[in-house]
Every structure is written in C-alpha cells, then in structure tokens.
C-alpha cells in the first residue's frame, strides 16, 4: 500500500506544478502582449537622389584596332597593326577574324583590311 500513497502523492505534485505552469505561462503571454503593442516600427522614407552621368566608356582593343582600319584608306596588314597596337600577333589576328565575321571590315587583299561603310 505503500507504493500507492507514494504514487498519488507524485500525481498530486505533479497536477499543483501543471497548475502553476499554467499560471506562469498566462502571466508572462498578458506581460508580453502589451509590450508587443507598444512597440512601434519606424519607416524612413527613401531620400530621392540624382545618379551621377554615365562616364564614357573606355575603349576595348577591337575599337582600337577598328579606328586603325577606318582610317587607313588604302587597307591595313596585321605587321602594321601589331606596331601601332602594341598586340602580339595572335590578338591581332583573332580581332580581325571576329571583326571580319561581324560584317565591320573586309578583305581587300590577301592579309588586307579595310573597314566596311
């Protein structure tokens, strides 16, 4: 008998904690939920702000090679281009190939270009 007087008072403990855990929890929803409303989210409104003007773009080494033929009239060779540009042969040449499918220059001779009006 002994065993179920233990285990009725730990049922009646544990029913009292149930109960102030309840009471706890009730009190601190009532103390959040003021709190809750008071607190107010404050909004800034965006300042309004003119962009700067667009800087002119550089030039990419295409352009560069492209000016050079544009203002060649006779044409001009890749040796030719390579001394002004300063580009190795092989940039030089895949320019010119892109250029040239592109519809911006063509060939007037053999390892000749000149640029498309």
Do not use: C, W
């Amino acid at each position: 008998m002994t065993m179920t007087k233990d285990l009725q008072t730990i049922s009646n403990k544990l029913t009292k904690l149930a109960e102030q855990t309840k009471k706890l929890a009730a009190e601190l929803g009532n103390a959040q939920k003021p709190a809750a409303k008071s607190v107010k989210t404050k909004t800034k409104a965006k300042a309004v702000t003119k962009k700067a003007p667009a800087k002119a773009a550089k030039k990419t080494d295409t352009d560069k090679i492209l000016e050079i033929i544009n203002r060649s009239k006779k044409g001009v060779d890749t040796a030719t281009l390579m001394k002004k540009t300063g580009f190795n042969q092989k940039k030089v040449r895949n320019m010119l190939n892109r250029t040239f499918k592109q519809g911006k220059i063509t060939r007037v001779a053999k390892g000749i270009y000149v640029g498309v009006k």
